[in-house]
């Protein structure tokens, strides 16, 4: 839904290191989402391609590395990645935490 | 010649950098915040009216309004006694952010004030993603809007430090899973702490309101 100003971001990143790396121009970049994270691979790349015109970083591949949602269990300690029902699937405890999953982050880029 | 430049940068850390400016500048004032999130017509400004009464004469309270459009909610919080009442319009934005806030803020004398309450803007998935700043998050649910909430909106669950179950007069005329919502609750947020109330009928309200009122005593008394 904020996909716009999100993508934003990752502009303003990008190029804030392009320019501390003297590159003229960026090709790819490579971008690791949370599948709790509730951000749009297809709606960024939307939104990209119409802000980084004109900049250093128009046209530039982004690359979309897909973090699975994984759970601990606080009863028995048994990670999982939930399907539907988040409970734990060994001990059906309530209680557990979200160990991977909300990563929203800019990991690396290629430049020129 | 291409090469690789390694960043590792979280995305939103724009934002949280001025979240963390905007929670210093208000700890200095010895102003407690919080971020009221909810969907639309959960009770968020209903909440507000009701609450600033019952601080009158014990807190001096400014109240923040995040909106896509209109004043309607700020002239809602003045009219309950807010002592300040300003509105943010995001212009169609889905959330407040950092930003947003700290142009509120630069409009509040600070030290005026013991309580800010900020009505984020009705939605219960983008105001998780972006931190203000403020000391505390509170949810507020509502009967109406079903027990499966906690289960498909897992981000604003997980994350708020208090849970407000408002509406709790219509119980008997909604079908309402109460086992079915805790269930949920529980998995995302443990022991969060927990206030069904009615903003209609009052019950409830006073137990909220003596909560918040010991968090903000503790607040100014670090």
Known sequence: ?????????????????????????????????????????????????????????????????????????LECGHEYSPEGDLSCPACHSARVKVIAGKEFRLDAMDVE | MAKRVAIVENILSANDRLAQENRLRLAAAGLF?????????????????????????????????????????????????????????????????????????????????????????????????????????????????????PHKYPGMYSGADVLILNKIDLLPYITFRMDFFKQGVEILNPGVVTFPLSCRTGEGLDQWVDWLVEKVKAFKSR
């Not at chain 1, 980084?52 to 759970?71: M, N, Y």
């Not at chain 2, 209109?70 to 300040?84: E, I, K, P, V, Y």
């Not at chain 2, 900020?118 to 109406?144: D, K, Q, R, W, Y």
Request: charged content about 20%; glycine content about 6%.
């Open chain 1, 1 to 73: 839904m904020h996909e716009l100003s999100v993508t934003e971001s990752i502009l303003e990143i990008a190029l804030r290191h392009a320019q501390e790396s003297n590159a003229k121009r960026i090709t790819d970049l490579y971008l690791v989402i949370g599948q709790l994270s509730s951000i749009v691979d297809d709606s960024v790349q939307f939104y990209w391609d119409i802000i980084s015109k004109d900049t250093p970083a128009e046209g530039a591949q982004l690359h979309f590395q897909r973090i699975p949602a994984r759970l601990a269990c």
């Open chain 2, 33 to 149: 915040a919080v971020n009221l999130m909810a969907s639309p017509g959960a009770g968020k400004t209903s909440l507000i009216e009701q609450t600033l009464p019952r601080l009158t004469g014990s807190l001096r309270v400014a109240v923040v309004d995040g909106d896509i459009a209109t004043s309607l909610d700020a002239d809602r919080a003045a009219a309950a006694g807010a002592q300040a009442a300003i509105q943010i319009n995001t212009g169609g934005d889905c959330h407040l952010d950092a930003v947003m806030l700290q142009k509120a803020l630069d409009q509040l004398e600070l030290e005026e004030f013991d309580l800010l309450l900020v009505e984020n803007v009705g939605n219960l998935v983008c105001p998780a993603s972006f931190s203000l700043g403020t000391h505390l998050s509170v949810l507020v649910a509502s009967i109406p809007e079903g027990d499966d909430k």
